[in-house]
Structure formats: structure tokens, C-alpha cells
């Protein structure tokens, strides 16, 4: 079956680095994106990895490793506005999203 | 209209109604998704459309349809609600490279007594 984890729920301090992980099982795999979602809003994109390594985008970046099944997603200098669910999904062999259950990241001051 | 829009916002609906939830892009994409939302579950998809005049099944399809008349629109219908469909209902649609990010109506938030 396909899978994706990743952590239901972190707690970190304004100003400090997250690191947020998914780790997935997929048939195929064709990129993994991120997501953001505000409560009682819908998802926007953050980031798409297809290939190993570091995507830096601002504040954000992400990690992946394909032959780990593994990925990451780092805040730095976080803001309280960062608080949200991160979604973690994969694109499968099909070119359809798998989305794994997200991570509630709670910011404290 | 910018982006996509979604209609109703939200809705409370008897057990055995029948009921559209409305999807309408402007970006000119040709594939579209409906995903329902539901606490501790990621995002499931109901059913999809690669391009207008075709669709197709998700993970979670059964009491749901679907049709793609055109390239703008996505209505997606339940024929008779059940309380098992009270959810938040998210369309999206995306360009036709598999990079391509998939971009999210506001959601219809459906409960169903």
C-alpha cells in the first residue's frame, strides 16, 4: 500500500529552527511537495522536490531523499504566523498526490 | 473570478438529500480534483479530471459524481447524503507538467444530520 508519515504534531519557539520529516511509501514516485494549510483555509504550495538534495526558498527549504523515502521540510526564524498544518504528498506513479496526515506546528513567544 | 472558487461555503444538509458542491478555475488547467478533508486524515481524493470531458476515480469515490463539461468547471454531486459525508470539501486544479503545484478553492465545509 502507499504511505506517507510524518509527526501529528510539533511545539517551537518564535524565532528558533523547525525541522519537519516525512517519510513515504509510494508506487512510483514522480516529486513530493509541501504544503502549508491555516486553520479553516485551504493548502498553498510551499515547495517541490523531484530530485535529491536542498531546495532553499526564503525562510523555507527542503530536503529529499529518494532512496530513503525521506523528506524534509526546515523553518528558520520562525514567526508566529508560521503556525499551521504541514502537508507532506507524493506524486505516484499515476501522477496523482498521495497526502500524508500533516504536522499541526504550534509557534510559542 | 481569480483562481478558484468553490460554492456553498458551507452547507448543513439532511440525510438524504441530494446536493452539488460547485468548483470554477479561471487558469485555463485541465486537470481537476476534489479531495474531502476530514480531522486526523490527510487529504483523500474523491474524483479527477485530466482534461474536460474525462474522469476519473479516487480513494474514496463511492456516493460521489462527478462531470467535466467544460475545461472551467467541476461540480461534484452526492446523490444521497449520509452522515459519513459530513467533511470539508476542497476542488483543485493544476497545469499539465507533473511539477506543476496543484492550486486549492477555499473549501466547501458540508455537514450532513
Known amino acids: 500500500g502507499q504511505n506517507i508519515d510524518q509527526p501529528t504534531e510539533m511545539t517551537a519557539t518564535e524565532g528558533a529552527i523547525v525541522q519537519i520529516n516525512c517519510t513515504y511509501q509510494?508506487?512510483?514516485?514522480?516529486?513530493l511537495f509541501w504544503y502549508q494549510q491555516h486553520a479553516g483555509e485551504a493548502p498553498t504550495f510551499l515547495s517541490y522536490?523531484?530530485l535529491d538534495g536542498l531546495e532553499e526558498k526564503g525562510r523555507f527549504s527542503s530536503f529529499l531523499s529518494r532512496s530513503k523515502g525521506y523528506s524534509y521540510l526546515l523553518l528558520k526564524e520562525l514567526q508566529m504566523k508560521d503556525s499551521a498544518s504541514y502537508l507532506c504528498?507524493?506524486?505516484?506513479?499515476?501522477?496523482?498526490?498521495?497526502w500524508g496526515a500533516g504536522t499541526k506546528l504550534i509557534i510559542k513567544p | 473570478i481569480a483562481g478558484i472558487t468553490q460554492a456553498p461555503t458551507s452547507q448543513i444538509l439532511a440525510a438524504g438529500r441530494r446536493m452539488t458542491l460547485r468548483c470554477t478555475q479561471d487558469?485555463?488547467?485541465?486537470?481537476m480534483y476534489w479531495y474531502r478533508q476530514d480531522l486526523g486524515l490527510g487529504l483523500r481524493l474523491i474524483h479527477y479530471?485530466?482534461?474536460?470531458?474525462?474522469?476519473g476515480k479516487g480513494e474514496v469515490p463511492d456516493g460521489y459524481s462527478v462531470s467535466r463539461a467544460n475545461t472551467d468547471d467541476f461540480p461534484l454531486t452526492l446523490a444521497s447524503a449520509v452522515p459519513s459525508q459530513t467533511s470539508v470539501y476542497f476542488c483543485?486544479?493544476?497545469?499539465?507538467?507533473?511539477?506543476?503545484?496543484?492550486?486549492f478553492g477555499p473549501g466547501t465545509r458540508l455537514t450532513v444530520l
Open positions: 483543485a486544479s493544476k497545469g499539465t507538467r507533473s511539477a506543476d503545484t496543484q492550486y
Open positions: 487558469m485555463r488547467h485541465n486537470a
Open positions: 479530471s485530466n482534461t474536460a470531458g474525462t474522469t
Open positions: 509510494t508506487s512510483g514516485f514522480n516529486g
Open positions: 522536490n523531484v
Open positions: 504528498a507524493v506524486m505516484d506513479s499515476n501522477y496523482q498526490l498521495i
